[in-house]
């Protein structure tokens, strides 16, 4: 495993997962031209024992080239690893792929893959691909991050405010949430002014906006 000199945690890099040495430093080489870091790994199992022990590894813009055949574990299995412990896959993948494995880097798409090139690939075409993919890890790390501050807004709910919460959610009166629960307007309205204020919104159409932009409209209030 090689790697360029480590750059600042928030700075963009590309992980080459690639087991052919001269593939990849012809890689890394392309990358750099463009101003790209990188960061190398002969293996499936080096990269995800690499990304697992790395806190700041899924808050980092950035891009995976991943090779779907490698020797035992395969870029595939590689990508469902990610997949299932980051499911926003806030580094998107990019498959390289030899003509045999065209079906499955195809299949992955559907599954979130960013993109797959197959070998020999235009550098300019895959360069420009790994920029656009950088970009696309930018705005998901981002949403990622007001996710959790959001999420975190909503575990200081207390479980009542949860219920107003939900009935607000659906467009609700006043009068007819406290009918619903079974408690006065003016408890409601207190609900619903602590709910504004400790999700730090100023109405039901600000908060239902904020939900939905980081992408939480469909979680229940419980989560």
């Known amino acids: 495993m090689t790697s360029t000199p480590a750059p600042t945690p928030t700075h963009p890099i590309v992980y080459l ?21 990188t960061e190398h790994f002969d293996s499936g199992e080096a990269f995800w024992a690499a990304i697992s022990a790395r806190r700041e590894w899924a808050v980092r813009p950035g891009c995976v080239l991943l090779d779907v055949r490698m020797r035992q574990m395969s870029g595939i299995e590689v990508f469902e690893r990610i997949r299932a412990r980051y499911p926003s896959l806030p580094v998107p993948v990019i498959f390289l792929t030899g003509h045999g494995d065209i079906a499955m880097a195809v299949e992955s798409l559907k599954k ?9 690939f235009n550098d300019n075409r895959l360069v420009d691909r790994v920029v656009e993919a ?3 890890s930018t705005q998901r ?5 007001n996710a959790d501050e959001v999420r975190a807004r909503l575990s200081r709910l207390s479980n009542r405010e949860r219920d107003v919460m939900a009935l607000v959610l659906a467009g609700r009166l ?19 002014a602590n709910i504004f204020s400790k999700m730090e ?6 908060l239902a906006r904020l939900l939905e932009s980081c992408g939480l409209s469909g ?4 989560t």
Request: proline content about 4%.
């Open 134 to 136: 950088i970009e696309a």
């Open 201 to 206: 919104v100023r109405s039901a159409v600000e």
């Open 174 to 192: 006043n009068k007819v949430i406290a009918m619903d629960l079974g408690i006065s307007m003016r408890t409601v309205e207190v609900h619903r």
């Open 112 to 120: 979130g893959a960013f993109d797959f090139f197959e070998k020999p």
């Open 141 to 145: 790390i981002a949403l990622c991050a």
């Open 219 to 222: 979680e229940t209030p419980e």
């Open 17 to 37: 997962v690639e087991d052919e040495p001269v593939l990849a430093e012809a890689m890394a080489f392309l990358l750099s031209s463009r101003g790209i870091d």
